[in-house]
Every structure is written in C-alpha cells, then in structure tokens.
C-alpha cells in the first residue's frame, strides 16, 4: 500500500483576492470599527454621487423641467411643502437632495482627477531627483519649497485669474472644470515629489538596483520597473488624504465664485447659493449640501487615517 502525498510544485498557487484576504491590512481592517462604517460610508456616498442620473428623483441640470413656482420649497417635513421635494428646493425650483447627489458627483470627479494629475508630476519628479541627485535634485526641490510658500487657495486663485486674462473670451462654463482640476494639482504635486524622492534615495543604494545597472538596464526602466513598485506605500495614504483635502479646496474655491458655475454647481457651490438665503429663513438650501460635504471628507479622511497606521510597520 503507497501513500501518494501532495508535493510543494503541485499546490495551487493563491489568487489575488486570497492573498488579499490573508493580509495583515485586510485583518486590521476588520478589527476597526470605526474604519468599516468610514469604509460603508464613503461607499454609500459614491454610488449616490456616481449613480445620480439614475437614482436622483429629479435632474437639476434640465433648465426645461425647473419651474419658479417650485422655488424655496421647505422640507418635506415642514408644513406648506411639496413631498416631491424630500429636503426643499433652491432660489431656482431646484430639487436640493437631486442636486446634492449630482454635485457631490462634481465634486468627486474633480478631486479624483486634481489627486490623479498630482501624483502622476509629483511622483515622476521625485523619481528623477531621488534617482539621479546633483543639480536635477537641487532644482526640483527649489522649486518645491518655493511652491509651499503658498497656499493651496491662493495658487488656484492666482492661476483662475491668470485664465480668465489669458482665455477671457473663451467659455468659463466649458474650460472652469479643466482650471479647477490644474490649479489643485498644481497645489497638491509636492509632497508626492518629495515623499517619493526620499524612498527613491534609499531604493536606489540596494543590491538589486546595483545590479540592474551592471547588466546595462537604463535608468528610465529601473525607475519605472524596479524603483517605482517600492515607493507606492507612502503615495497611496498620500492620495486618500488630499482626495479629502482636494475635495475642501474645491469646495472652498466655488463657495468664493471661483470654481464651479452656477450652471454645473458642485456641493461648494450649492452651499454658497444656499448661504446667501441662509438668514432670510431658507437654511435648508446651505445646510444640508454642507451636510454631505462634511460626511464625504469625513469618511475619506478616516479612511486615509487608517491606512496610514496599517501601512505603518511599527504600529502594527
């Protein structure tokens, strides 16, 4: 009688999502909480945001379906309003709660694509500074520190009004979305650079980087193949907290009149239309738009807390 036993080269290799399960990130994420409902939550918002043309009770981008007569609207649970409008409408007849999933969709895709262009300069520049040194270094870090000397709203002020200057007979309504989007990245590119430059300097004295430049492998593939994959870490806790802090600026921008129009309001925008009403007994129209903009960056900012401390080794 044989006994037939399994050998190493025969077992089945684990898929992603296994190894994924069996991780240390994925069990500290069920030990917290706080970081499921956080997780639950910023879920729950995109599909509202992304899902809107579908699940919004009403389109507040349709000129041709706003009605006048509709405009401020009380909540639905307050005596004299309309049950079709769940929490109120706007000075023009706009649903609130249709808008609020249709400007947190604005407001998400604009902080998706400042987060994306951001970390794809920053991360490219602090590649070639961490990797090749000496003047390229120096430069490139020059002009970071002067880049932090100013605030994140002031250079996208200054680069909107660079715009309008420059593009003044052009549409605001068409390239506003394509300003926002540059003057937050351009904000945000520095601490992927310098993030990235710092593990890049350390990645770049290891064995295995030695030895792709003995076999002749040229500098733009070791950045790219074999530095690049060890330096994401950082980037991505990186990432989640200024898709947060993108989100705030955005919102800080068309609340001062220099982001979004009023055509295509984001939920900063909404809640400067709704502020100027807010005294004369209309406060639904600032409320709940600021409502959800805090429950989105709240949710993102516990999110990118938490993945900070799982990526972090000495707190695990």
């Not at 000129?63 to 307050?78: F, G």
């Amino acid at each position: 009688m044989t006994e037939t036993s399994e050998t190493p080269a025969s077992k089945k290799a684990p898929s992603t999502m296994e190894r994924l399960l069996d991780s240390d990130i994925f069990h500290a994420f069920l030990r917290s909480k706080v970081t499921i409902m956080a997780a639950a939550g910023t879920l729950i918002l995109f599909l509202l945001a992304f899902l809107s043309p579908w699940i919004a009770p009403h389109d507040p981008f349709d000129l041709a379906s706003l009605d006048v007569m509709n405009s401020y609207m009380p909540p639905a649970w307050i005596e004299g309003a309309d049950p079709a409008f769940l929490l109120g409408t706007d000075d023009q007849g706009r649903d609130i709660l249709s808008a609020i999933f249709y400007g947190m969709r604005i407001s998400l895709i604009v902080g998706f694509c400042s987060v994306i262009f951001a970390a794809l300069v920053g991360i490219g520049l602090g590649l070639i500074a961490g990797y090749m040194g000496g003047r390229i270094d120096a430069l490139i870090m020059r002009v970071a520190d002067v880049q932090l000397t100013f605030p994140a709203i002031l250079i996208a002020l200054l680069i909107d009004g660079a715009a309008r200057g420059l593009f003044g007979s052009l549409d605001r309504e068409v390239f506003s979305f394509w300003i926002l989007i540059f003057s937050l990245s351009l904000s945000f590119w520095v601490q992927y650079a310098r993030t990235v430059r710092g593990s890049t300097m350390v990645e770049k004295n290891k064995e295995y980087v030695q030895a792709a430049r003995v076999i002749g492998i040229p500098s733009w593939i070791i950045m790219l193949r074999h530095i690049l994959p060890n330096v994401t870490g950082p980037v991505m806790v990186i990432a989640t907290i200024n898709l947060a802090l993108a989100i705030v600026t955005e919102a800080t921008l068309s609340f001062l009149g220099v982001g979004m129009p009023i055509t295509q309001p984001s939920l900063g925008t909404l809640i400067s239309v709704g502020n100027d009403y807010l005294y004369s007994g209309e406060w639904w129209m600032a409320i709940f738009p600021g409502v959800a903009l805090a429950l989105l960056v709240l949710c993102v900012n516990l999110l990118g807390d938490w993945l900070r401390d799982a990526l972090n080794p000495k707190l695990r």
